[in-house]
């Protein structure tokens, strides 16, 4: 069977990225964090002063979008495919709780993702793709092969992210990763433009309770379906 386009959307911290990368080397496939773009472009609008009372000034950063080089490039010490800005590795300076404060107003502009979504689907054009996000499977890939919807409590997401910052050198509390995520959950499913929302055609995977493994386990056997089908 040829490789697959797998799209993988839901909330915030529902385990998308994990269970995106878990699949993508159990099948040999690229892993594509779409956050991470919209994350990128919005710490280029922080550290060139483009917000103004915390509102982005459309105008300046519009105007930039095409002179920015956003890449992927697989780390073999971790195994992540980490995101790159115009040549620096901003893996980690993209997850801080500045740039997740304001990454859904970056993102609801119309040509910022009309840039992203451009930038993605070129990066599926060879198939063997697991992609994460919002709109992978209702606008990115719309013809996707296979298409998950995860699903798990805004309790059980809040505390997955604060224990995963936790980690790194830019903690916050567990209240204001609860206030942040409901934020951008509200704002990414009521936007004007490709809104979070689960494809007709998705399968929801609830989990809540289960572990990366096991979430992995529970996707590994659909796709083995789907491969035994044709
Ligand atoms: O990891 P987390 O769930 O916190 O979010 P993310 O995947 O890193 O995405 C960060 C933000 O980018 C989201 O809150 C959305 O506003 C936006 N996003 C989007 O609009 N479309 C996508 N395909 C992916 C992310």
């Known amino acids: 069977m040829d490789k697959l386009i797998i799209a993988i959307d839901g909330f915030s ?13 159990e099948l040999g496939y690229i892993h594509i964090d779409s956050g991470a773009m919209y994350r990128a472009i919005t710490l280029y609008a922080i550290e060139n002063g483009m917000f103004s009372d915390g509102k982005i000034i459309e105008s300046e950063l519009v105007p930039q979008l095409h002179f920015m080089d956003i890449h992927f490039e697989l ?5 992540k495919n980490e995101i790159f800005l115009n040549g620096e590795n901003v893996e980690e300076k993209i997850r801080q709780m500045e740039v997740s404060s304001k990454v859904s107003l ?11 979504v451009d930038l993605q ?14 709109d992978i499977g209702t606008t990115v890939f ?3 092969d296979l298409k998950i919807y995860l699903s798990a409590s805004a309790e059980e997401r809040a505390m997955r992210r604060y ?5 790194t050198e830019h903690p916050a509390t567990y209240d204001e990763v609860f206030k942040n995520i409901s934020e951008r959950d509200l704002i990414d499913s009521t936007r004007e433009i490709s809104p979070l929302r689960k494809a007709d055609d998705a399968l929801i995977v609830e989990n809540g309770n289960l572990s990366p493994q096991q979430t ?10 789907l491969k035994n089908l044709n």
């Open 75 to 79: 780390n073999t010490k971790n195994g």
């Open 163 to 167: 224990e995963e910052l936790l980690k």
């Open 216 to 225: 992995l386990q529970k996707v590994m056997k659909i796709i083995k379906e």
């Open 106 to 116: 970056i993102a609801k502009i119309a040509e910022v993702r009309n840039y992203a």
């Open 13 to 25: 911290s529902t385990g998308k990225s994990t269970l995106a990368k878990l699949l993508a080397k």
């Open 121 to 134: 689907r070129k990066m599926g054009e060879k198939k063997g793709i697991v992609m994460d996000g919002r």
């Open 142 to 144: 719309p013809n996707a």
